[in-house]
């Protein structure tokens, strides 16, 4: 029996030979945040010469992808990246996730918006039939944390804020449960219309294209309905 962790590394692994025939002098990868996203991180560090570099979505992982030696862009520098790459805390059958539990999520979903291909890498745990049971990250402006937790009352949610934490945006986190997340679209959707809301852990309007899945017998390969390169 694996461990939670050798199924990390796993697809970890699944995922740089996934990359590996994308490499090229001009490539920027867009590269995510959390223990998984570290793995591949560290495996990518072997093949550097091989790119040109990645754009980062938090300074933990920029400050780990410096010290191997891969050089880090401002997304700014970019135009275009045939992928982005991360961990999910979740993630349905439609390749609808909720993210956010290293509190990274808004520029998750900048980068990933940017790239042509997100590529979710997890471990079996977080493949759930419905999105919920992970209490939904939610970003917020710091004036607007008690407004935005009444807001999401409405919805059935307890927002619990996440303690001795402010995201690389100078905001905060409200961690929801209770939710019923039964389309998740819509219900990104109105969050994202809460006044104070800068991002919604549900990344469902535009969720992965691609996961990678790491299983007792071996990484499989899932691919979303809906999913054509998104900017082409
Ligand atoms: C960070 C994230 C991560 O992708 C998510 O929390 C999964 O992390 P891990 O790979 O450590 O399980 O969304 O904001």
Same mark, same amino acid.
């Given at each position: ?92 059958? !439609? +390749?609808?996730? /909720?993210? #956010?539990?290293?509190? &990274? =999520? ?94 919604? !852990? +549900?990344?469902? /309007?535009? #969720?992965?294209?691609? &996961? =990678? ?20």
């Amino acid at each position: 029996m694996l461990t939670q962790e050798e199924l990390k590394q796993n697809v970890a692994k699944a995922a740089i030979d996934y990359v590996l025939p994308l490499l090229g002098p001009d490539v920027v990868l867009g590269i995510g945040t959390g223990s998984t996203a570290n793995l591949f991180i560290d495996g990518l560090a072997d093949h550097k010469h091989r790119f040109k570099g990645a754009v980062s979505s938090s300074e933990r992982s920029a400050a780990r992808l410096s010290a191997l030696g891969i050089a880090v862009f401002d997304l700014n520098q970019i135009e275009r990246m045939p992928l982005y790459i991360d961990g999910a805390d979740e993630i349905d059958g !439609g +390749l609808n996730m /909720i993210k #956010g539990g290293g509190g &990274a =999520l808004t520029r998750e979903k900048i980068v990933a918006s940017v790239a042509d291909r997100f590529v979710c890498i997890v471990d079996e745990s977080k493949l759930v039939p419905y999105l919920g049971a992970f209490p939904l990250p939610i970003e917020v402006i710091p004036m607007a944390l008690a407004a935005v937790a009444r807001r999401l009352a409405r919805f059935g949610g307890n927002a619990v804020l996440r303690k001795d934490f402010v995201t690389d945006n100078g905001c905060r986190i409200l961690d929801v449960s209770g939710l019923s997340i039964k389309s998740p679209a819509e219900l990104e959707a109105e969050i994202n219309n809460i006044p104070g809301v800068v991002t919604c !852990g +549900l990344f469902a /309007i535009a #969720g992965a294209d691609v &996961a =990678l899945l790491s299983t007792q017998d071996g990484v499989q390969q899932l691919h979303s309905p809906r999913s054509q390169s998104r900017n082409n």
